[in-house]
């Protein structure tokens, strides 16, 4: 059983266009969160829900709006993308905010725009 | 604001054993995690210590001081699978874990 999944896994796309990336997990969990890992490893969080309310949001630019149609699926839509942006992007959960500490992450988007 | 350290990269032998340190600087401090990420996978959580001393799982332990803003991952009998990347997470405010930028860890034969 998968426990956080994300789709698509691999996305290659153009500068200037829009993408989403959709995140469900099944564990039940009140919390999710987006990372970014860039090519140095650097895994950076991005937004928190916590039962579909916006609990996080780091220094993002706002072409980056996150959405939680309910505590179980968290999605990112990228607008206007840029070569900056290429990255993997993780999406996780955790039981509650408090239990940040363990996070569950799913498989990873990797992003490349060109 | 908050900043974590751990070294970069880390080289042990196989059977050996090998300790990655993270020191911290922040605020409202909950507690410490350690993930561990091969390439191209996913983070999976290691372990998590709130208060100091020791917490040992397997071959893995992890320790935390926090009077001295310093904790560290070892891993004993290290095993070719455990070549990965190691990171440090300091959970803060609730909800808000700070990464570390991560320790590669080699192991040779």
């Known amino acids: 059983d998968t426990a956080v999944s994300q789709t698509p896994k691999y996305l290659v796309t153009q500068m200037g266009n829009d993408k989403s990336i959709k995140c469900e997990q099944n564990l039940g969990h009140d919390t999710m969160y987006w990372y970014k890992q860039d090519s140095k490893k650097f895994l950076k969080i991005m937004f928190s829900?916590?039962?579909?309310?916006?609990?996080i949001n780091e220094t993002v630019p706002n072409r980056f709006s996150p959405k939680s149609p309910d505590k179980a699926h968290l999605n990112l839509h990228i607008n206007s993308l840029e070569l900056g942006d290429s990255a993997v992007y993780f999406c996780a959960s955790s039981q509650a905010p408090g239990d940040s500490y363990e996070q569950y992450f799913g498989p990873g988007t990797r992003l490349t725009v060109t | 604001g908050q900043s974590l350290e751990q070294p970069s990269e880390v080289t042990a032998v196989e059977g050996a054993i090998v300790q990655i340190n993270c020191t911290y600087q922040?605020?409202?401090?909950?507690?410490l995690s350690w993930y561990q990420q091969h390439d191209g996978g996913a983070p999976t959580f290691l372990s998590y210590?709130?208060?100091?001393g020791l917490e040992e799982t397997g071959r893995f332990s992890s320790f935390l001081s926090r009077s001295d803003s310093y904790g560290y991952l070892l891993l004993q009998e290290l095993q070719m699978k455990d070549s990965a990347s190691y990171f440090c997470a300091v959970l803060r405010v609730a909800g808000k874990s700070t990464f570390g930028d991560g320790t590669t860890l080699t192991v040779k034969p």
């Open positions: 829900y916590n039962n579909k309310e916006l609990i």
């Open positions: 210590n709130a208060l100091d």
């Open positions: 922040t605020s409202g401090f909950y507690g």
